[in-house]
């Protein structure tokens, strides 16, 4: 079947191939059309038979290209500063002190050697809330300073002298999450020595441990005794 040549929308005769290559490769080198002239406006370009003006085309692109530059910088800089980050918090992690030491060689002489006097210190070693455990259940967010200060100020009551670290099980949660379970020599002044138990949970907080939960433990239920025989 013979194809239908479409009813031609112009009158204008269709030019032959080879007029058609003359033309377009004549019009892409560019011929002035007098549309703009004057100082500082080069006269317009006729390519393939249209008018072009190239400050024109460059002006409507050039808004696009500061924004895609602009959101590559700022893409730049979200990147620099996540990478800072990563590498800020990978020095900490690995500049912190070993956690076992921090708590055996740091922590524990503070109770054995003067504790009254080094309630502070004390203190120093915990964040400024903690999540504190207690035995009948309770769960509250407790300050540092009643966690720590106030029951010393009982136990001295009652004739408490200091406290020695027995044991001590270090457990790694994570590059910054740490548990201990700790047991401790109690001496009184009048009654003999008692074995008392916590559990501790220590993070990094700007590059320091800190503990930031405590719960007492049944020294018997967690493997803890006052003598190597139990």
Request: glycine fraction near 8%; charge should be negative; charged fraction near 20%.
């Amino acid at each position: 079947m013979p194809s239908v040549r479409p009813i031609e929308p112009f009158a204008t005769p269709r030019p032959s191939s080879n007029n058609l290559i003359l033309l377009l490769a004549d019009g892409a080198k560019g011929t002035p059309t007098g549309e703009r002239g004057g100082k500082g406006h080069p006269p317009a370009l006729q390519v393939g038979g249209c008018p072009f003006n190239q400050s024109r085309s460059i002006r409507s692109i050039l808004p696009f290209a500061i924004f895609i530059k602009e959101t590559i910088k700022v893409a730049r800089l979200v990147l620099t500063i996540l990478m800072c980050g990563l590498m800020a918090s990978t020095f900490a992690d690995q500049t912190a002190q070993d956690p076992e030491a921090w708590y055996r060689d740091g922590y524990g002489p503070l109770w054995e050697e003067d504790p009254s006097g080094r309630v502070q210190q004390m203190i120093g070693y915990y964040a400024d809330a903690v999540k504190a455990h207690w035995a009948d259940g309770e769960i509250a967010l407790v300050q540092a300073q009643d966690l720590v200060a106030e029951p010393i100020k009982g136990w001295l009551a009652e004739g408490w002298l200091s406290s020695k670290l027995k044991d001590l099980q270090v457990d790694r949660i994570n590059p910054s999450t740490i548990s201990f379970k700790a047991s401790w020599i109690d001496r009184y002044q009048d009654d003999p020595d008692e074995l008392s138990c916590g559990w501790y949970l220590a993070d990094l907080v700007d590059g320091k441990w800190k503990f930031t939960a405590y719960a007492d433990l049944d020294c018997a239920a967690h493997g803890f005794h006052l003598t190597e025989s139990g």
